[in-house]
DNA sequence: GATGAATGAGAATTCATTCAT
DNA sequence: TATGAATGAATTCTCATTCAT
């Protein structure tokens, strides 16, 4: 019993290994270009394990976006969870959170440059997609024009649509720049843009 | 000398047809999930006159960044060319230009989509780098410092970064959700933000 | 530890086999003439498998080339550790184990075939070359000349020279003709010139 | 008339140009390892102009080859014809005549490497043989033990064969030091053991 | 669970040869 | 005759996946 519960944390450890060190690879090249080669050897766990773990490599992909999911719920259910003065307030801290927590975790990093290489098949599985994060964002969105934070007269859908656009421009640029570590800088360089997004001055 | 001009016109023809073919592939695709015989399918002309072309993989991605930087400069031409009444209306005239190319060009679409999957030895070609485009739109905003149509106190690189991240912004949601033919309007949706990113309300 | 050996030593089998084929081949063809396939086929082992030990061409015929050394390399310290009378006998002995040698051994028979077709690469790896050999020779003939059972009055060096050309010339024409298996009794039939050469009549 | 005169013409200095062109290809390369587009660029002519001329790429090597024979005969009939003490004195002249031959031109250069790696169809139409070189040598040989020149008791088949081996020896180390320019030099150097050869010291 | 080895289905690339002009 | 272009049949090489231990 206890040999089986030590092999079980045996395999539960080398699979997270598999995971980390395929985030990493996939955080630094696309789904293609990453070899599954390149990542058991940043693992330092053989290709046959790899396998033993996760069927193919659409599997591994799929392990490390739903892991990303994770960590960004987290983040999410946190900040949610906090008090905040107004929807927008509560807004603008998400944002900084999801940046520092992009700029800080290779996972989501590779998630990141997932979305934007994934073959068909796992476009299909439901990653591949913005949209979830987008919804998430416009109903805190609609809580600020219920709570008078957000004074912009545009409809909601498109002040998310927007916010996503600016916030994707800045992930992009510090992901080829410098591997995401400027994301939160380049964040808190554009509040005031998003400030007038959000509440222009007219209207405040 | 006829004769001769119907054999190099044909070559060129052929030529033409084939980074054409791989423009609307690789603006699919990735560099390494566009296979050489998709291209040759694409453009109906065998995979060895392909390779009587063009000697690798490599060399057709490059051809079509330098179309790309061709199409891209003439557009800059034009807009440097035409009067504008001061530096931020030459900029953002500039911006509308590049994202009506963006949005009708697949030659441009695919050295977009190129320059985040390029391979080690074609980034140090040169390509590979937003740096060109970042400096030219640098200038402007400086001389629309000079001219006092940008009123930001801002240096003009930060202006020129965060222009950058908004445009890049734009176009990866664009090219993920429908080929970049939203890219046009988004421009325009965004307007409002470059104008206070530019000329804040209060320094106006 | 048993069981890590069993991968190895089955790996190592695969590889040995790999080189001995290739060794067959290349014995029979040039470089460029032999193809891969041939290699494969003639090891009873998959193209897979063969670049799974061997990165590409160049690094199979390394490999034989390595093999070839090793072998010629045995016999020579074998006869350098043999009693001998004096230089000369040595140096004669070293030419009868060396043809010996040749005649039945693919190995050193594909290393002196490759010698003469090898890409420019490999060249430079250091292989494509007489001069260790010529060096070998060399030295013993100094101490044939110490010891007084070389007589000629021509330079060490051009004797060496010259009875290196002696030697090839039997190699490729017993490698023409036999496939080597003649070049024994060539070299046999060569001995009184080859005393001659190193003992003229006149000065013996 | 003239006109067509004119194109026969002008068709015959390309087919030159293309032989002389291969020669000078063959003789730095096996047959398997020069490209036709080496040949048609080292000749500056076309690819097609190459195929007009040569059916194919043996059909290239064979007219290599012929006109190697053709050079070698006429070498060859000019030592006979020559006044020569007796018969041992026409070989050895022939043997120089043969180097220089061979040091000078590299079309007799090119049909000595073409020698060893012929396809096997170009061996079969004849080519690919020192026979007729060594039933030459031997038929002087024969001669010269008539005309007493020749006083070695070994049968003129053996003299012939072993000339052949010293003699190929040269031309090998030769071809792989410094394009067979050190030839007759080597020849030079090696003729006290041809002497030996033929007229053993004890026997004269 | 884990590993090294093996495999086959592609994918990139080469090149003798043919074609159209 | 001559040429640039085109082609297809190899050939080399890659890599996800499977296998044997």
Do not use: C
């Not at 964002?137 to 916010?163: H, N, Y």
Request: net charge negative; aromatic share 6%.
């Amino acid at each position: 019993m206890t040999e089986r519960r030590g092999k079980q944390q045996r395999g539960i450890a080398t699979q997270t290994a598999l995971i980390e060190a395929s985030a990493r690879v996939f955080a630094r090249m696309e789904y293609d270009t990453a070899k599954l080669k390149d990542i058991s050897e940043e693992a330092g766990i053989s290709l046959g394990s790899l396998y033993f773990h996760f069927g193919n490599k659409d599997d591994i992909a799929s392990a490390v976006l739903d892991e990303q999911q994770t960590r960004m719920k987290t983040v999410l259910s946190a900040v949610a969870e906090a008090p905040h003065e107004h929807a927008l307030a509560q807004l603008l801290s998400l944002i900084d959170e999801m940046a520092a927590l992009i700029a800080r975790d290779a996972m989501v990093q590779a998630g990141i440059r997932l979305l934007n290489s994934l073959p068909d098949e796992l476009q299909a599985r439901g990653y591949g997609d913005y949209v979830s994060w987008q919804e998430i964002t416009q109903e805190i969105i609609v809580a600020g024009i219920a709570d008078g934070s957000v004074t912009s007269p545009r409809p909601a859908e498109e002040l998310a649509e927007i916010l996503n656009e600016v916030f994707v421009g800045a992930q992009v640029m510090s992901g080829m720049r410098d591997a995401w570590a400027s994301l939160p800088d380049r964040i808190t360089r554009v509040r005031p843009l998003l400030l007038e997004l959000f509440a222009p001055t007219g209207t405040r």
